[in-house]
């Protein structure tokens, strides 16, 4: 991207108080990192039509990279408490970023954490389920 093309980009950020354009081109982020996206918004629809399939399509066995899927039978109370730890280790995350904005910024390395939990079984495995109507 040339230099005047990204100087609007900017620009155009700055007018929609996403950002505040300092001196030198520098900016300071004026939405929180960790923004919550609007149920079926905008975000959220980008991200699921144009980002997620980009973002799985890795091995995850990097140095940098981590791909953790665990799963059990568990009570909703269970639920609940792990759910709640989840968000615990998002706070952690935002707090970690908070703290190295201050690095350069050749220093940092843009990460993306997806943590996400859900009641689900495999499609394959509803056939084995009691009470599912199939034998």
Known sequence: MDHTR???LLNRLDRLKMIELLPGNRIKLLVAPN???????PIQQFFLQKLQSDFFASRFDQEHESLIVVNGMLAD???AVFRRKLEQLA???D???DGDAELPFADRNGTTVILAMRQWRYGLFQQF???SGHT
């Not at 923004?35 to 918004?41: P, V």
């Open 6 to 8: 990204c100087y609007r």
């Open 35 to 41: 923004f919550k996206w609007r149920e079926n918004g």
């Open 77 to 79: 109370s269970s639920i």
């Open 91 to 93: 706070r952690e995350f």
């Open 95 to 97: 707090a970690l970023s």
């Open 129 to 131: 389920v009691k009470g």
